[in-house]
């Protein structure tokens, strides 16, 4: 994992002096909260509808066990008890003072982590494949440019206005794990015929009220030139992007107005410009500095198959249930990777306990090379176990409710925050998410099911992916009470596809109800073999329709 | 700011979040921002409401709390209760962790 250098220590220990410094002004009178504001935001402090909201950046969703120790203590310290994993691989704290958010920030500082560019327009926290690094095939880890791309955009002068905030994901492998294309910038990491390491890049991702999935501009950047072409790609955007109106102000919405064609002659002119100057070449020394971070565990020699966890699962059910959902192969022989559901039968999507955390962080550092990993549907891994321990990690997992064998059914839902916390809301979401993992919860029916990913957002800003689940469900409000609409048929994956509406919105009284009929539309259409979306995507939108409206 | 000033309502109150902390605050008779909605200054009328929002707007009002707003209220027997599922939230804590917020320490008092 990449360990900050004197420079990165400075930079946040000066950035925490800094904004202890504005805090005290805003306090003391000396600033309005129209200049604080910006500078808060910058900070990743928000003001929700209960407390101050404090998101912690987890650059591309990789911890050690000492950070993870340090969430947890934060919970404990300056929170409630808990912490929420979100969408971008983040951890937010509901309920901070603002005069100890300096405070819980120095000691952030002090395990290599920090809250900056958490909001405000600019480059965000980079996201990647919760696998990296652990998963077969992979071109390369993500995490080495994914870092190269954070060192690039923290505080880089250019970016720090955008027209509106700007999300980066990267992944290497044929399997999207990290959403890419519904991102303002989605990186492939591939190689060519030569084998030489290369990026894709997607641009004009993006969900909200406006959802695009984005269209490919570059087929192969090479290595060297990558960040030449994003800043290629940002200038176009910083010098086109709406101002006037922040609901047309995301780069999606420049590819869609501006045309694919137009869009990628524009980067490509500001390509060549700056590729000419050399001035933005990645010198391989410093690409081979950064990759030394990333290379594999001091992996054991094991053989591929573990009698013991065979054994294992043939004496305890739940066991072997929580194999079949949540242990994935791994690339290297006699390891796996063990996924951590935090979404328990009627839990709260998301969320850990501080006591969880410690235990999470015990485990990573006794079992997993000292990795954890959070994904971008709010659950967490532990990437490098071996097969040996599997069982042993399992157990104390199930001990501490975090042992939910359902990854990637129907009760591992996103949720956003919704009406309970969140100042935008129009509805909650955490509750309906609840009602619906309690009239699931049968592990059996969920597995009969298969693959099917709910995700539910509380307003029309889509935190909660709503528009690219199978089954998306939004919130609305229609004079002050609560509705709900339901779409079909998206995708966050390599085939990521927006969520169709079905008609008219439910309310909360009928809204799990009509989940069920959805449900059971889709058992009683499917094949041999076939999930959800590949029911949805053979016999459309009508049968569904016919039977939640006729 | 405002926003959620129901057009037409009768009665409003006003609420903000507290500088130091973010707590829900509601602005009460004697001009103090209190932490519970049931001490909060009932305003009947447009003009009674603009009124109060006044009051709990002078200039140095942003030394305590942030974004002053009128909100609906709707009579409950002797008492009055926020209109909407937002306030109503607001008012009391998450309705997923009722272990938290203003209704916790309802219930711990």
Same mark, same amino acid.
């Given at each position: 994992m990449y360990r900050y250098d004197e420079f990165d220590h400075k930079l946040v220990s000066d950035r925490v002096n800094q904004f202890r410094g504005q805090v005290e002004r805003r306090v003391s009178g000396a600033l309005s909260e129209d200049q604080f504001k910006p500078l808060r935001l910058m900070n990743g402090v928000y003001l929700q509808l209960h407390a101050y909201m404090l998101r912690v950046a987890i650059p591309y969703g990789t911890l050690r066990s000492e950070q993870m120790r340090m969430l947890a203590h934060i919970a404990r310290k300056y929170d409630r008890g808990y912490g929420h994993f979100t969408t971008r691989q983040n951890i937010q704290y509901n309920w901070p003072a603002l005069d100890k958010i300096p405070d819980l920030l120095d000691e952030l500082a002090g395990v290599e982590m920090h809250a900056i560019q958490t909001s405000g327009n600019c480059i965000r926290n980079v996201t990647s494949d919760q696998y990296a690094g652990a998963i077969a095939d992979e071109a390369e880890d993500p995490r080495i440019v994914s870092e190269i791309i954070r060192q690039w955009s923290t505080f880089h002068p250019e970016f720090t206005y955008l027209p509106r905030k700007f999300k980066i994901a990267v992944t290497a492998h044929k399997n999207d794990r990290a959403a890419i294309k519904l991102h303002d910038i989605g990186i492939v990491v591939k190689k060519n015929d030569a084998g030489e390491v290369g990026y894709e890049v997607h641009v004009g991702g993006g969900q909200g009220r406006t959802p695009f999935v984005a269209k490919k501009m570059a087929d192969f950047v090479p290595k060297a030139k990558l960040l030449a072409y994003l800043e290629a790609v940002m200038r176009v955007y910083n010098m086109l992007g709406r101002r006037d109106n922040s609901y047309k102000a995301r780069i999606k919405i420049l590819v869609h107005e501006t045309g694919e064609e137009e869009m990628r002659r524009m980067v490509e002119e500001e390509f060549a410009k700056i590729d000419a100057s050399q001035m933005l070449t990645v010198p391989e020394e410093e690409i081979a500095r950064i990759s030394a971070y990333f290379a594999p565990p001091a992996f054991d020699t094991r053989p591929a198959e573990s009698a013991a966890f065979t054994q294992a699962q043939a004496d305890d059910a739940d066991f072997a249930r929580f194999v079949r959902a949540n242990v994935v192969a791994h690339k290297q022989d006699g390891y796996a990777i063990v996924n951590i559901s935090l979404k328990p039968i009627g839990g709260v999507p998301g969320d850990a306990t501080d006591a969880q955390m410690d235990v999470i962080a015990d485990l990573a550092e006794r079992f997993s090379h000292d990795e954890v990993r959070v994904t971008h549907e709010q659950n967490l891994v532990l990437p490098h176990v071996k097969l040996d321990d599997v069982k042993t990690v399992y157990d104390t997992l199930a001990a501490h409710e975090l042992?939910?064998?359902? !990854?990637? !059914?129907?009760?591992d839902q996103i949720a956003c925050p919704? !009406?309970?916390?969140?100042? !935008?809301?129009?509805?909650?979401?955490i509750p309906l998410a609840q009602e619906i993992s309690e009239r699931f919860s049968d592990l059996d029916r969920q597995y009969d099911i298969g693959e099917l990913k709910i995700k539910i957002s509380g307003c029309i800003n889509a935190c909660g992916h709503h528009h690219v689940g199978h089954i998306g469900i939004l919130g609305v409000d229609k004079k002050g009470t609560e509705f709900y609409q339901i779409s079909l048929g998206g995708a966050a994956d390599e085939n990521a596809a927006i969520g169709q509406i079905t008609g008219r919105a439910f309310t909360e009284e009928d809204i799990v109800d009509a989940i069920e009929t959805v449900v059971t539309t889709y058992t009683d259409l499917r094949a041999d073999g076939e999930r959800f979306i590949d029911t949805y995507n053979r016999v459309g939108m009508e049968p569904f329709k016919e039977r939640l409206y006729d | 700011m405002a926003q959620h000033a129901a057009k037409g309502a009768r009665f409003q109150a006003v609420t903000a979040n507290r500088l130091s902390d973010g707590e829900v605050v509601y602005f009460s008779p004697d001009n103090r921002w209190v932490e519970a909605f049931a001490m909060a200054e009932v305003a009947d009328g447009a003009e009674a409401a603009e009124t109060l929002l006044g009051r709990a707007m002078p200039a140095d009002f942003e030394a305590h709390v942030l974004e002053p707003y009128l909100f609906e209220v709707l009579e409950d027997g002797s008492a009055y209760k926020p209109a909407s599922v937002r306030e109503t939230i607001r008012a009391a804590g998450p309705t997923v962790r009722l272990d938290l917020g203003k209704q916790a320490e309802a219930k711990a008092e």
């Open positions: 042992a939910t064998a359902n !990854l990637g !059914l129907i009760s919704g !009406l309970d916390y969140c100042n !935008l809301a129009n509805a909650r979401s | -």
